[in-house]
């Protein structure tokens, strides 16, 4: 059964101080992680989609990267705006379905 | 990526009473699934619609509670029946996207607060 971690459950930054989120992650068979951005009362925000080990994107100031068993999104010199949850989700080589993590709660303070 | 409405936002419901939320996708799409977000949780698998056959539940969730119709390449509706307080929670729509491959996008939600 796939599984999704994520770590911390929540972290409080200063505006400006870098910091990284975990997904830790267990599938049969990567077809895809996926990092979402959810802010209180909304749906999930499509932030990037990663394939394979190695493989790295970049919007803004954050960045997420892929290994075989865990994803992280890195975030650099964050501001106030960046406050939301982030959201971790796989998907498998062999179902049609979306497995979520629990979320990281991001604070930036300014 | 597929620009997507749900309708009505937000609703207060009285207990065992049933509510219908409808979403439209902007473009056709293949997959459609529903989601339940309790507060303060993750996202929970609710049922994946197809257009032509029936949707395919999660377990814990039964058709009787939560009947989904799928008429068109372009809507889908979830009824939540017999609704009790335990129901109160964000009802997402999302659809898988083309571009990126694999990817899924969501809607506003819709939520739902039983008295």
């Known amino acids: 059964e796939d599984q999704v971690t994520q770590s911390p459950e929540a972290l409080r930054l200063q505006e400006g101080e870098s910091s990284s989120l975990n997904c830790s992650y267990t599938v049969s068979g990567l077809r895809g992680l996926f990092w979402y951005r959810q802010d209180p009362g909304k749906g999930p925000e499509f932030l990037f989609t990663?394939?394979?080990a190695g493989e790295e994107k970049e919007k803004e100031r954050l960045k997420a990267t892929l290994t075989k068993k865990e994803s992280f999104l890195h975030i650099t010199a964050p501001k106030p705006e960046d406050s939301a949850t982030y959201l971790c989700?796989?998907?498998?080589?062999?179902?049609?379905?979306?497995?979520f993590g629990p979320g990281t709660r991001l604070s930036v303070l300014p | 990526s597929a620009v997507i409405s749900q309708k009505p936002s937000r609703d207060i419901c009285q207990r065992g009473t049933s509510l219908t939320i409808q979403c439209q996708v902007d473009?056709?799409?293949?997959?459609m699934f529903w989601y339940r977000q309790q507060p303060g949780q993750s996202l929970t698998l609710i049922a994946t619609?197809?257009?032509?056959?029936?949707?395919?539940?999660e377990s814990g969730f039964v058709i009787d509670k939560f009947p989904i119709s799928r008429p068109n390449l372009t809507f889908s509706t979830l009824t939540v029946s017999n609704m009790s307080p335990e129901d109160s929670s964000i009802y997402l729509c999302?659809?898988?996207?083309?571009?990126?491959?694999?990817?899924?996008?969501f809607g506003p939600g819709t939520r739902l607060l039983v008295l």
């Open positions: 989700a796989v998907r498998d080589n062999y179902g049609q379905n979306f497995v």
């Open positions: 990663l394939y394979s």
């Open positions: 999302s659809v898988e996207g083309t571009a990126p491959r694999e990817t899924q996008y």
């Open positions: 619609a197809n257009q032509g056959s029936e949707a395919t539940y």
């Open positions: 473009s056709q799409v293949t997959m």
